[in-house]
């Protein structure tokens, strides 16, 4: 019986170390901010990366960009992006109020339900 305690008890302290390890909130990363508009992706440069979230699978694929062009595409509207983990496509679609006839667009990625199911985010540096 001794033993099955101490072990018992090392269970318990491993946790508790667990859990402190796990709360300090001020580590946290933020939220990283979706790129949804064309002036967000605009502002993309050459050898950056992008962060392409499919929440279809729950997987995060990184790209290196190596053109403004290859960045733009990412928010042109009817382009269909195919995410390589899940294997599904997805379209770029615009989003909001359409027929300003402004030049701020903003653009989801969507599958074919119309969910959005993918987002790109900057990785910092
Ligand atoms: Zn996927």
Redo the contacts with the bound molecule.
């Keep these: 019986m001794k033993s099955l305690k101490y072990l018992l008890t090392t269970v318990l302290v491993f946790g508790t170390v667990l859990s402190a390890l796990a709360l300090p909130p001020s580590k946290r990363t933020a939220p990283a901010k979706a790129l949804r508009s064309t002036e967000e992706f605009a502002q993309v440069n050459p050898g950056e990366k992008l962060a392409l979230v499919?929440k279809?699978?729950n997987?995060v694929t990184i790209q290196t960009i190596t053109t403004k062009e290859e960045a733009m595409e990412l928010c042109k509207v009817g382009v269909e992006i195919t995410?390589p983990?899940?294997n599904?496509t997805f379209k770029i679609v615009r989003h909001g109020p359409s027929g300003k006839g402004g030049t701020h667009v903003e653009t989801r990625i969507v599958n074919d339900k119309g969910d959005e199911c993918m987002f790109v985010t900057k990785l910092p540096e």
């Design positions: 499919c279809q699978c997987t995410c983990s899940c599904k």
